[in-house]
């Protein structure tokens, strides 16, 4: 096996980690009463207000998607639109009070099971996985960041 089949191997078990991983965090989400989409877009406003067009870029969906997606978040009062001060013809979509709340909940129960299944590893696995993670989040920061991600 030569270096490029090594590292295509590495690449599918990296993608089918990611793969079980978010699995496992919608299975929480269907507990927490929330998508995985609905609290993505939610983490998405959590530095502050978005255009449509902004929301719909930064998840990666139609701009028609994400309307639907806005409109049932705004329904049941998670997320308001708002004029931009600006441009009274801009619309910004914001969090409110109480969908920062549910994001809240939400992330915190997602990361409650995750502490849980890391309390079976051991000290060094705990290091070898928090360097592995500070590796692909170094390479999904730089993919996204580049023409690539694009």
């Known amino acids: 096996m030569n270096s490029n089949d090594r590292l295509v191997d590495l690449a599918a078990e990296t993608r089918e980690s990611i793969r ?45 998607t994400m309307s639907q997606h806005v409109s049932r978040l705004e329904g049941w009062g998670h997320v308001r639109r708002v004029s931009s001060p600006e441009d009274g013809r801009l619309v910004r979509v914001e969090l409110t009070q109480h969908g920062k709340e549910v994001a809240e909940k939400a992330n915190r129960a997602r990361d409650v099971v995750v502490a849980t299944a890391l309390e079976q590893l051991s000290d060094e696995q705990h290091s070898a996985l928090h360097e592995g993670i500070s590796i692909l989040r170094g390479l999904a920061e730089q993919f996204l960041d580049s023409d690539q991600g694009t």
């Open 20 to 64: 079980l991983s978010v699995g496992m965090l919608r299975r929480v989400d269907h507990v927490s009463g929330i998508t995985t989409s609905q609290l993505a877009t939610l983490n998405a406003l959590e530095d502050g207000p978005l255009t449509m067009s902004e929301l719909a870029e930064a998840k990666d969906v139609a701009q028609p």
